[in-house]
């Protein structure tokens, strides 16, 4: 089992920055891939961002590319989302994810078998 504790979260003007990271422990030598999803109220949870853990390919969601950035660092078992250039519609709870090698979709949340708690980030206009 992997555990995951996210931070970073906050308020933040429409145009600012936010760095999310979330920090994996336990079988940590389990992880294949990790990702950030968010879920704004009422509304499903959708993927964001993902990682491959062992080869650093990432995945975005279109409306985020340009704008956020995923990194991982192994040594520390952490892995980041830079946000910049913040909308209003990114106001969501944002939560970290991990996941093995099956099923190989990183985009499904189905995929992901621990999470964090999640983090709230809002963005005012």
């Known amino acids: 089992q992997v555990q995951l504790v996210e931070s970073g979260g906050g308020l933040v003007q429409a145009g600012g920055s936010l760095r999310l990271s979330c920090a994996a422990s336990g079988r940590t030598s389990s992880i294949y891939a990790m990702g950030w999803f968010r879920q704004a109220p009422g509304k499903e949870r959708k993927f964001v961002a993902a990682?491959?853990?062992?080869?650093?390919?990432?995945w975005y969601e279109d409306s985020v590319k340009g704008r956020f950035a995923i990194s991982r660092d192994n040594a520390k078992n952490t892995v980041s989302l830079q946000m910049n250039n913040l909308k209003p519609e990114d106001t969501a709870v944002y939560y970290c994810?991990?996941?093995?090698?099956?099923?190989?979709?990183?985009?499904?949340?189905?995929?992901?078998?621990?999470w964090g708690q999640g983090t709230q980030v809002t963005v005012s206009s």
């Open positions: 990682i491959r853990w062992s080869n650093n390919i990432k």
């Open positions: 994810a991990s996941k093995g090698p099956l099923p190989v979709d990183v985009l499904d949340s189905l995929a992901y078998d621990s």
